[in-house]
């Protein structure tokens, strides 16, 4: 029998096979913070026989928007989607990142002119998936990033 790390939900999404530590910025991401009404559940760094470790999030009632998950996917490009109707898995998806994102990556580079301060331009990345790992190249200056969490707008 399959082990489930924390209890069924009715309605709602499981964010599966997070890169392990992840899920609290997938939570930040998801706009869910201490005042949330939301039932959510949250395992950290438990087993995955794909994945070594994993995190997964389980939300109660949301459905998550395209933006979200393309942000979800800079940060975790693994990651499952569960849609969960009436304790049921209903479908299943893989996020995928973006290959160009807009607005999304704040570039690093002081001089760059999407930080430019009296006409900044919205940011473009070109997105780089290795293995598990995603880096991103701005359009306007060429600085490479790694660690896109700490860059997400
Ligand atoms: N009703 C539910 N409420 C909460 N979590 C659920 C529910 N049903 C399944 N899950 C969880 O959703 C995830 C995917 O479930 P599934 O049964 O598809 O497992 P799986 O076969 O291991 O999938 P995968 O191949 O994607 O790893 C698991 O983490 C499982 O514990
Ligand atoms: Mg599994
Ligand atoms: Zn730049």
């Not at 996917?73 to 996020?95: G, H």
């Not at 002119?113 to 290795?130: G, H, L, T």
């Not at 995603?134 to 490479?144: E, I, P, Q, T, W």
């Amino acid at each position: 029998m399959k082990e489930l790390v924390v209890s069924k939900i009715r309605e709602g999404t499981v964010i599966d096979h997070i890169n392990a530590g992840k899920a609290l910025l997938v939570l930040k991401i998801l706009g869910i913070d201490a005042g949330t009404n939301l039932t959510v559940s949250m395992a950290m760094n438990v087993p995955s026989s794909k994945m070594g470790k994993k995190d997964i999030l389980k939300v109660e009632g949301m459905y998550i928007s395209e933006e979200k998950l393309n942000k979800i996917a800079l940060i975790s490009p693994n990651a499952t989607i569960n849609l969960v109707r009436d304790y049921e898995i209903e479908r299943k998806f893989k996020v995928r990142p973006p290959e160009v994102v807009e607005g999304v990556l704040k570039c690093p580079n002081l001089m760059c002119v999407s930080n430019a301060e009296r006409e900044p331009v919205r940011s473009i990345f070109y997105v780089k998936i290795e293995e598990n790992e995603v880096s991103a190249r701005c359009h306007y200056c060429g600085r490479k990033i790694k660690d896109l969490a700490n860059h997400i707008i």
